[in-house]
């Protein structure tokens, strides 16, 4: 019998929203991943308390959390959010993602990330996803290529990471772009 957790599976993962029971695993990846999110993210809390003000966030209807597991065992190994969520005549999303330093390299992004990117233009209704990515973040930026995300430009000073403003690539695709493959977005 297939989990109804899962929103959407893919061969080796699958993704479900996140939930409170999340927390001890999630900061236990964090902590181990700390260096390599550093850089990209800023320093992070940890607590209880910092996530359940996460939870409390992603309950809101501009917001989606979701998490990246493991089809096999249910492991966690990555996040997703879908930020700011317009409705009306835009109907968007910002994307931010986040991967975990002991299962990088192994494509579960890649493959969470588009089963993320179905649902969104699937059942979310939404018609365009941004991804806005430092532009060092060399994995990042291949990342959302692989999914069909073309970059449509460049913004200085974006966002404030561990005190400094960090400038970003802005990369996005619509609900009608195809995707490598040859399939549609939705």
Known sequence: MADTTHLRQGPRVAVRHLRRED???ISALSRESAELQRR????????REAFERRLERLGRPTHEGFVICLRDTGAIVGGVNINDIVRGALQTGT??????ASTTGRGYMTEGLGLVVQHAF???GLHRLEANIQPDNVAS???V????????GYSTAFQLIDGAWRDHER???TADDPVPGGRAGR
Do not use: I
């Not at 990209?40 to 607590?47: C, I, S």
């Not at 994307?95 to 975990?100: D, E, F, R, V």
């Not at 290529?145 to 449509?152: I, M, P, S």
């Open 171 to 173: 990369w996005a695709r």
């Open 23 to 25: 927390h001890d695993e």
């Open 145 to 152: 290529a692989r999914l069909g995300f073309r970059r449509e």
């Open 40 to 47: 990209w993210l800023g320093v992070r809390e940890f607590t």
């Open 141 to 143: 930026l291949h990342l």
């Open 95 to 100: 994307l931010g993602y986040t991967a975990y």
């Open 122 to 124: 699937g059942p979310l």
